[in-house]
């Protein structure tokens, strides 16, 4: 069973920062890809930022210059640091991951439970 678990979320105005964080535990092999997406009312879930192993980190053209995403390869945890928000960054925020339960076994992507970033005007 593997798990992925996000927290950092919450309610800041516009220009504030968060930093959300995400841990992949249980049975774990290996992760490979971690990223964020995220979903706001009445929109469908999209990419924020992805970090591929060996690659460089790909944003989303809206959060570009603004966030920035990294890992900690030891704690299997990836973390989206958002600053200057903006209103129109408020969504439900889920983290994802392609991991390798046992070895021999493919990469299998899993989601965590989403975490609420509300930004005020």
């Known amino acids: 069973q593997v798990q992925l678990v996000e927290s950092g979320g919450g309610l800041v105005q516009a220009g504030g920062s968060l930093r959300l964080s995400c841990a992949a535990s249980?049975?774990?092999?290996?992760?490979?890809?971690m990223g964020w997406y995220r979903q706001g009312p009445g929109i469908p879930r999209d990419l924020v930022a992805s970090?591929?192993?060996?690659?460089?980190?790909v944003y989303a053209d809206s959060v570009k210059e603004r966030f920035s995403i990294s890992r900690d390869y030891a704690k299997n945890t990836v973390y989206l640091q958002m600053n200057n928000l903006k209103p129109e960054d408020t969504a439900v925020y889920y983290c994802?991951?392609?991991?390798?339960?046992?070895?021999?076994?493919?990469?299998?992507?899993?989601w965590g439970q989403g975490t609420q970033v509300t930004v005020s005007s």
């Open positions: 249980g049975t774990i092999a290996r992760v490979d890809d």
């Open positions: 970090l591929r192993i060996g690659a460089s980190p």
């Open positions: 994802t991951a392609n991991v390798v339960p046992r070895a021999g076994l493919r990469p299998f992507p899993y």
